[in-house]
């Protein structure tokens, strides 16, 4: 197998990261400049300074985003700060441009205060047309997001809660067509509490789920129990009324689904041997999975899922967040709803048209889903 980390080192230094601007106007002569710049510029500006809305048409902010970072929860590499969050800002940007031809800008904050983050996004959203918050971690992801979405005309959008749910749900969907099981039948373990576990399961709730237990660190999430914040007391007052306890272990036992948002290792064999018949493992944790996929499948998984690209089934936020924004940006949408949400799962789940064991999902290398999911998003 390839070495990714030295590879990826070099090609970081030789190309001094992946990121660049380039202009959309000529630049070769006096009248190219004169329209682009000044004296042209004015222009313009006047047309926006008399009709706000002109922006929309005369400048970037259509087809721009914001990718912001306060470097808090990158990867599965925890608080590693600002600046070395900066290469995840600039793939994610890269990958916009790629997947959904939008203009994205990476920008990472030099300061994890809620009040902080708040304000300087607010103070830079004129320029942009969405805002995407990714690696922020929780709980404070959550009142970053709620502020701003109150306080912006423009969608903000927390890739690790969204984007993370949108394509869980799209997988799931496919998963339980291959084992033949209801969602709203099925009982279903999600590991990790965090943005992307608390986001995971509210929008499998909203797509019919009536049995979820979610786990943090200290087991299952329940009103009363040491380490829990006011997002997992509002959620277990949910989906645990009884307020029931218990390990990982115990909640897996005769359980139909596992979703994985956490840390390596954490599930062996035996539990996944102590679930349901047919169970469905998606062991997402990055880079290093909750179990491994041959172990899972020896122990009686029948489809299993990671966030990896060197495994079958690659669960990754890729397939989302792109189409999401276009479809957001297309419409002029002042927020992103659950409604939209569900839509863009079955969009991205309706093109695999028969799920398999090893294919629940399209790849982003052969089948790009942005248009697809932002038609589903334009018509909600």
């Known amino acids: 197998m390839p070495d990714y980390a030295k590879l990826s080192l070099e090609a970081h230094a030789k190309h001094h990261g992946k990121f660049a601007i380039a202009s959309t106007m000529p630049l070769e002569t006096k009248d190219d400049l004169s329209i682009a710049y000044t004296p042209g510029v004015a222009a313009p500006c006047l047309a926006i ?35 070395a969050g900066l290469p995840v800002m600039e793939g994610k940007a890269v990958l916009y441009k790629k997947y959904a031809d939008i203009d994205a800008v990476p920008i990472v904050l030099a300061s ?74 099925v009982r279903i373990v999600v590991n990790g509490a965090g943005a992307a576990g608390i986001a995971i399961t ?32 509002t959620l277990a007052a949910t989906i ?26 954490l599930v062996s064999r035996d539990m996944v041997r102590s679930m349901n018949d047919r169970p469905i493992i998606f062991a997402l944790a990055n880079p290093d999975p ?15 899922a990671t966030g990896r690209s060197d495994f079958p089934n690659q669960v990754n936020n890729v397939l989302v967040y792109p189409g999401l924004f276009r479809g957001l940006l297309h419409r002029r949408a002042r927020e992103l709803t ?43």
Request: proline residues 5%; glycine residues 6%.
């Open 290 to 304: 909750e179990i491994l996929p041959d172990d899972a499948k020896a122990a009686g998984a029948v489809v299993v």
């Open 112 to 185: 994890q205060n809620v009040d902080d983050i708040v304000h300087a996004v607010t103070m830079i959203a004129p320029t942009f047309g969405g805002i995407h918050l990714e690696d922020i971690a929780a709980p404070a992801c959550f009142e970053v997001e709620r502020r701003l979405s109150a306080a912006l005309d423009i969608p903000v959008m927390h890739d690790d809660q969204h984007a993370t749910a949108i394509v869980t749900l799209a997988a799931l969907t496919n998963a339980l067509r291959v084992v033949e099981k209801k969602i709203s039948d």
């Open 202 to 233: 509210k929008l499998l709730l909203a797509a019919g789920a009536s049995q979820i237990d979610l786990l943090d660190s200290k087991g299952i999430v329940a009103i009363g129990r040491d380490g829990m914040n006011d997002e997992k007391n």
């Open 49 to 83: 300074a008399a009709d706000p809305s002109q922006a929309y048409v005369l400048t970037m902010k259509a087809n721009s985003v914001a990718v912001v970072s306060d470097g808090s929860s990158v990867l599965g590499l925890g608080n590693i700060g600002p600046m």
């Open 338 to 380: 659950d409604t939209m949400k569900l839509a863009a799962a079955h969009a991205l789940a309706s093109m695999v048209a028969t799920p398999t064991v090893e294919k629940i999902l399209p790849s982003i290398l052969d089948e790009n889903p942005a248009l697809i999911i932002a038609a589903a998003i334009t018509k909600v």
């Open 240 to 265: 645990n009324p009884s307020e029931k306890t218990g390990t990982l272990a115990d909640a897996l036992r005769g359980a139909d689904v596992f979703v994985g948002v956490s840390k390596p290792n």
